[in-house]
């Protein structure tokens, strides 16, 4: 089991929708929490960080976490065709470590 | 100043060459970090420097050697590497080595071994 999974893309949906982005990891000692974005070519870019249970929003933007369930999730909202990139996740337990990312695709 | 600066962007060498990538934060940073991305993967960790001390190497080949020579410089020394070495290297920083806060990264330097 690898110790952070993305849900497998690519995604695609149309300008406007809400794109849906899924982590889940596996140690429980896990404390914070990271989605970056990363542009074709480019490195990433820390968009939101969320630390303890419930949503945290930013803009469009919303970051979701349960440890309970070990679970992370980033929702775009009104999502726009400059949001297309490769989004990661990662988990902080003492180091980071990195989901494969999703891709999304965000068509007009 | 909220950077992270590497140097140079794109490289090309020979698999006898010497050459090293170089990068620079003044953020107050203590920790420091080396990652290796391919194509269409994450990326993944090389090295880690904490208060100026390599804290974690991911046994990476000795090909490869970082060196910290302040609080604000990490460099990566590259000597008799392969083809399979070409890749974008990453550089980042946090304020802590947990990253707790997140990282900051550089914007890579395009590595071509040929």
């Known amino acids: 089991q690898k110790e952070v999974e993305q849900n497998s893309g690519p995604l695609s949906v149309p300008e406007g929708a809400i794109a849906s982005l899924n982590c889940t990891y596996s140690d429980r000692g896990s404390q914070s929490f990271f989605w970056y974005r990363q542009y074709s070519g480019k490195s990433p870019e820390l968009i939101m960080f969320i630390y303890s249970n419930g949503d945290k929003e930013d803009g469009r933007f919303t970051a979701q976490l349960n440890k309970a369930s070990q679970y992370v999730s980033l929702l775009i909202r009104d999502s726009q065709p400059s949001d297309s990139a490769t989004y990661l996740c990662a988990v902080t337990a003492g180091k980071s470590t990195f989901g494969d990312g999703t891709t999304l695709t965000v068509k007009p | 100043d909220t950077e992270v600066t590497q140097t140079p962007k794109h490289l090309v060498m020979g698999m006898t060459n010497k050459k090293s990538l170089k990068c620079e934060q003044h953020?107050?940073?203590?920790?420091m970090y080396w990652y290796k991305q391919k194509a269409k993967k994450p990326p993944e960790l090389m090295f880690v420097?904490?208060?100026?001390?390599?804290?974690i190497n991911e046994s990476v080949p000795s090909r490869f050697s970082p060196e910290c020579p302040n609080s604000s410089l990490l460099n990566l020394h590259l000597h008799a590497l392969q083809p399979e070495d070409s890749a974008l290297y990453l550089c980042?920083?946090?304020?802590?080595?947990?990253?707790?806060?997140?990282?900051?990264f550089g914007s890579g330097t395009r590595l071509t071994v040929v």
């Open positions: 953020m107050g940073h203590r920790a």
């Open positions: 980042a920083s946090s304020l802590n080595q947990g990253g707790d806060y997140g990282y900051t």
């Open positions: 420097y904490s208060y100026e001390k390599l804290s």
